[in-house]
């Protein structure tokens, strides 16, 4: 299994606090991918990282930022919480990105916002 | 645009049915991936398979195939003899060549869950 970590893997917030979601990989992989899964939706792309502070939105980027000052930490910060960003949370990773090569996922992250 | 549409929603059939998963696709790009992933109750993503669209053979991996078919832009996956472990979400993916400058993005259909019942 790719060494992908996620953290936390629960987790309950109110309506308008921070939430900072962090990914943690061990395979010194160049690029990084935050993905929610929603019924009906499938996976939908939040943001995604080609390098060190290299970052670009992905196309359900709205309420969402993140941040990677190093190779190994991909970190996805929701600035006020809202009951719509209740989902389920992957990242993902890729020695050469997704040119014929697949993505390994992490275990996920269920982000409840009450 | 590029789209990944799986129709079916939901399935369920008894053991050691043959099922036939539905994938079509969008793209106007001409070199491309696609790719299939199994989501178990456990919920953890699992890669099963990449096809590029230079490579139109079908393939076979034990019970599982897959058939891709350029002219009506499909790429159906069939297991043969159902069984109980195969019950999971099945996500098929694209990836386009155009979207390569910064290492390129997988865009998942919606999804068909999986029930085999005994």
């Known amino acids: 299994d790719a060494g992908i970590t996620q953290s936390p893997r629960h987790k309950v917030t109110e309506t308008g606090t921070p939430v900072t979601l962090r990914c943690h990989q061990t395979e010194n992989h160049r690029y990084m991918y935050w993905y929610r899964q929603d019924p009906g939706h499938g996976l939908r792309l939040i943001h995604y990282?080609?390098?060190?502070?290299?970052?670009d939105k992905g196309e359900v980027s709205d309420g969402y930022s993140v941040s990677r000052s190093k190779t190994e930490d991909f970190l996805l910060t929701l600035e006020s919480a809202t009951s719509s960003q209740t989902s389920v949370y992957f990242c993902?990773?890729?020695?050469?990105?997704?040119?014929?090569?697949?993505?390994?996922f992490g275990n996920g992250t269920r982000l409840t916002v009450t | 645009a590029q789209k990944v549409t799986q129709a079916q929603t939901e399935i369920s059939v008894v053991e050691k049915e043959d099922v036939t998963l539905d994938c079509v696709y969008e793209t106007r790009d001409t070199t491309y991936y696609l790719f299939w992933y199994k989501q178990p109750p456990s919920g953890e993503l699992v890669f099963l398979i990449r096809r590029n669209s230079f490579d139109e053979q079908n393939e076979i991996s034990g019970r599982y195939s897959w058939n891709f078919q350029k002219s009506t832009s499909s790429f159906n996956f069939t297991i043969t003899a159902s069984q109980v472990v195969d019950s999971a979400v099945y996500f098929c993916?694209?990836?386009?060549?155009?979207?390569?400058?910064?290492?390129?993005?997988?865009?998942f259909g919606q999804g068909t869950e999986l029930s085999v019942k005994p």
């Open positions: 993902a990773i890729s020695e050469f990105g997704t040119r014929n090569n697949p993505l390994h």
């Open positions: 990282s080609y390098g060190v502070k290299d970052t």
């Open positions: 993916a694209l990836s386009v060549a155009s979207l390569y400058n910064q290492g390129g993005k997988l865009i």
